[in-house]
């Protein structure tokens, strides 16, 4: 296969170690992206309290802190696409998911943090005034790091009787199953057992069949486990050499689950047959998120830490079961470690091949707000807290980025179509009312990184 060709759009500054990225999965919203931050601070790097008649304490534990990004694309902006709308200090992130379902009319964002809670913060306002609110919280074992979470509606069109639910794992081991009340006071706890010696580093769902709940952990096993018994694993697979830091359900096809582990290496499996994979991919880093492309069945995104990121294309193997994957785009970034990796649910299209109404505003695609908005956004531009700093990327032969020295930010580079959002003639939309003229040869994702603290947005053409 032909390997994609990857433009590096804008690089932000997060400040602290940023681990975590999503996009909003929710139509007329999908233009908000959020990112997660993990900081890890010593006693002796704390400003000393001039007050205070104790000195440091050499036993005392290391404090982690958090910071939660959210940010707005702005389609008409090539200078700075994502612009910082909102910040909110925390405890230090670990993960954070969309639900794919709005709840009460709102978008939800689960979170999960150093200081064991699962926290639902609830998507308010409209246009430029977005700001995430506290919904609910829910507190897991004391002592304890929420590690992960995910939600039961992870496809889109959950049945109407089925229950919202959140599957969540801790830093002993434990996987907590909890539902959301719509209508009361949010988070209730349904179920909690041990699932692995250590930490249980990632769980989630089967997102075909609910019951059904995957987890991963530092003791090197995959499980599986059926929620109406909780406590007696379904299968388990000592298949991975080294602890199992990932796992993604296919939203597209059933059957398909997606591992990877600290080996370096992801599995593929058909939920059927779980005694052995059918597809096996060394990607040269521990690989600690996976990410189906929300509109290519068969695209597989993979947060690679010291490995970058890649892209597999997945579909030989899934169709005929065979060990099929190809790379279709591989960067790694020297002095860091990708943690954090989403495809945006944005696309492009045309709309002369289309209804205008995209266009005119009467359809909720996010380039008509981006127009209407567009004076204020160019003032935001030097607004933003946290600086960001606009390259081109180009490849070595190995594959590695390296930011071109003395680069321009993207606005003094207009004559070059393919570092923009999109060239003459095209939209950024989020509305699934133009699917059919969507150009599904490009592509926007984003990933983030330890160490250097740095949230990239990137432009992915398939050619």
């Known amino acids: 296969a032909t390997e994609g060709r990857v433009r590096l759009l804008q690089v932000v500054d997060t400040e602290y170690t940023a681990d975590s990225v999503e996009w909003c999965p929710l139509e007329g919203r999908r233009h908000l992206l959020v990112c997660g931050t993990y900081q890890l601070r010593k006693p002796e790097d704390q400003p000393a309290d001039p007050e205070s008649k104790r000195g440091l304490d050499p036993d005392e534990p290391p404090s982690r802190l958090g910071r939660l990004y959210l940010y707005r694309l702005n389609a008409d902006s090539s200078a700075c696409p994502l612009l910082e709308i909102q910040r909110r200090d925390t405890s ?57 979470l995910d939600w039961s509606a992870g496809k889109i069109g959950r049945a109407s009787d089925q229950p919202l639910r959140i599957i969540s794992s801790d830093s002993k081991g434990q996987l907590y199953l909890l539902e959301v009340n719509e209508e009361g006071p949010g988070l209730q706890e349904v179920a909690m057992w041990q699932a692995h010696h250590f930490e249980a580093w990632i769980a989630a769902f089967n997102y075909w069949q609910t019951e059904i709940v995957y987890s991963g952990g530092d003791d090197g096993l995959l499980k599986g486990w059926d929620t109406r018994t909780p406590g007696t694993s379904v299968f388990t697979s000592k298949r991975h050499s080294m602890g199992v830091c990932s796992i993604r359900s296919s939203p597209h096809r059933e059957n398909i689950l997606a591992t990877g582990s600290y080996d370096e290496h992801i599995l593929l499996w058909d939920t059927r047959n779980v005694k052995q994979p059918f597809a096996d991919m060394p990607v040269g880093g521990g690989v600690w998120r996976l990410k189906w492309h929300p509109f290519h069945h068969h695209l597989l995104l993979a947060a690679c830490m010291h490995g970058g990121f890649k892209i597999f294309n997945c579909q030989k193997a899934i169709e005929e079961k065979q060990e099929a994957c190809t790379v279709s785009a591989s960067h790694t970034l020297p002095n860091s470690l990708v943690y954090g990796a989403d495809w945006s649910w944005l696309y492009v299209h045309n709309p002369l091949q289309t209804c205008q109404s995209c266009c005119s505003g009467s359809s909720p695609c996010s380039n008509s707000r981006a127009k209407e908005a567009h004076l204020s956004n160019l003032k935001a531009v030097h607004q933003s807290p946290a600086p960001s700093y606009d390259h ?72």
Not at 113 to 136: C, K, M
């Open 92 to 148: 230090a992130i670990l993960d954070m998911k969309w639900c794919h379902v709005p709840v009460a009319g709102h978008a939800l964002l689960g979170v999960a943090d150093a200081g064991g809670s699962i926290e639902l913060l609830r998507l308010v306002g409209s246009e430029n005034a977005y700001t995430l609110q506290p919904f609910s919280s829910f507190a897991l074992e004391k002592q304890c790091l929420a590690l992960s």
């Open 392 to 463: 081109l990327a180009e490849n070595d032969e190995e594959g590695h980025s390296i930011l071109q020295s003395g680069s321009k930010p993207l606005a003094e580079d207009m004559m070059k179509s393919d570092s923009q959002l999109h060239t003459a003639g095209t939209k950024v939309c989020d509305s699934d009312l133009y699917l059919e003229a969507a150009n599904f040869d490009i592509s926007f994702l984003t990933t983030c990184s330890f160490y250097d603290h740095i949230l990239h947005l990137w432009k992915w053409e398939n050619i």
